[in-house]
Structure formats: C-alpha cells, structure tokens
C-alpha cells in the first residue's frame, strides 16, 4: 500500500553530477525520516544520507561535501544531488523512508534501487 519508486541514476565520468529522486505513493499518512542507502557489489549497505521531518541532515563522511539530500513535504519526495562524482560511489542507490499508514502503523519501506556507474 505504500511504495517507493527511485529514478535519476545512470553512468556518468569521474567528477560528474546527477540527481536522484524518490517518491513515496500510497495510504500515506505522514513521513518522518527520509535516507538514501547504496550497496556497492560484494559490500554491504551503507547509509550516504539521512533527512528528518524537520530537515536536519546528516551525511557519511564518504560523501560529506559533495552530496546533498534535500526532501518536498508537498510531494513525499527526497532527492540526493551528487557532485564530483567518484568512481568508488558506483553502486546500487536505494531511497528509505519511515511512514505512518492512514492505519497509523509505522514501518520504514524501501525503493527498488537505481544504478549509479562513475566510470573513470
């Protein structure tokens, strides 16, 4: 009943940019914290990004400086726009968020994931 849906990854050079977007669709009745998680292959998932209701920010130190995570409350989406991109950032791009249901049962859902691929 609530679904995520990513969009925005794809293979840019080394040093290059993109946007990644996420919108939640559903029995929505609020969101709290929103994230953006990659996994890159033979590694485990891994936090690039985290943004509260209240629009606190928290970054990991990997990306800190060149990524930034914002969200539209109107539109229950999040975005993360990716600056100087680096080939060690390929991987798979998975939005999370922690939603309340009009039943008010509170759950985190994911997205299917995006690839991003930074050639060098």
């Known amino acids: 009943q609530v679904q995520l849906v990513e969009s925005g990854g794809g293979l840019v050079q080394s040093g290059g940019s993109l946007r990644l977007s996420c919108t939640a669709s559903g029995s929505i009745f609020s969101i709290n914290s929103m994230a953006w998680y990659r996994q890159a292959p033979g590694k485990r998932r891994e936090l690039v990004a985290a943004?509260?209701?209240?629009?606190?920010?928290n970054y990991s130190d990997y990306v800190k400086g060149r990524f930034t995570i914002s969200r539209d409350n109107t539109k229950n989406a999040v975005y993360l726009q990716m600056n100087n991109l680096k080939p060690e950032d390929t991987a798979v791009y998975y939005c999370?968020?922690?939603?309340?249901?009009?039943?008010?049962?509170?759950?985190?859902?994911w997205g299917q994931g995006t690839q991003v691929t930074v050639s060098s």
């Open positions: 943004v509260t209701s209240g629009n606190s920010t």
């Open positions: 999370n968020a922690e939603i309340a249901t009009m039943t008010l049962y509170e759950d985190y859902y």
